[in-house]
């Protein structure tokens, strides 16, 4: 699977609307988009403690063959890790770690600094 950030281009210190794609590879030349996931975001600004941000909402989709989408907090401006998890139609997660006291980030994730 790849999961790829699309939006927000411009994020702003607000709740963002966020877009991500799934695929999977089928051959060289042919990427079908994936459907029926979820991808769980938990925003983190490492430099500051690696805190979160309240308010964001996974990224699902309002169909098959759409682009998943979800709301992304941020609190300020600065570098935040997007750390990810993708489940699956039961909730089962497939790849990505939950962040904990001893887990500080995710195996799956996008960079954004604004």
Same mark, same amino acid.
């Given at each position: &699977?790849?999961? #790829?950030?699309?939006?927000?281009?411009?994020?702003? !210190? #607000?709740? /963002?609307?966020?877009? !991500?794609?799934?695929?999977?590879?089928?051959? &060289?030349? /042919?990427?079908?988009?994936?459907?029926?996931?979820?991808?769980?975001?938990?925003?983190? &600004?490492?430099? &500051?403690? @690696?805190? +979160? +941000?309240? @308010? /964001?909402? /996974?990224a699902t989709q309002s169909g098959a063959g759409n682009l998943y989408n979800g709301k992304l907090s941020l609190t300020m401006t600065g570098y935040w890790k997007i750390n990810l998890q993708l489940a699956d139609a039961a909730g089962t997660v497939l790849k990505g770690e939950e962040i904990s006291a001893t887990n500080e980030a995710s195996s799956i994730f996008f960079e954004i600094e604004f």
């Open positions: &699977m790849l999961c #790829a950030y699309i939006d927000p281009k411009t994020p702003k !210190v #607000a709740v /963002n609307d966020i877009k !991500v794609g799934v695929w999977t590879m089928q051959d &060289m030349m /042919n990427f079908p988009v994936q459907d029926g996931y979820t991808v769980k975001i938990d925003p983190r &600004m490492t430099g &500051m403690g @690696n805190h +979160s +941000s309240p @308010n /964001n909402v /996974n």
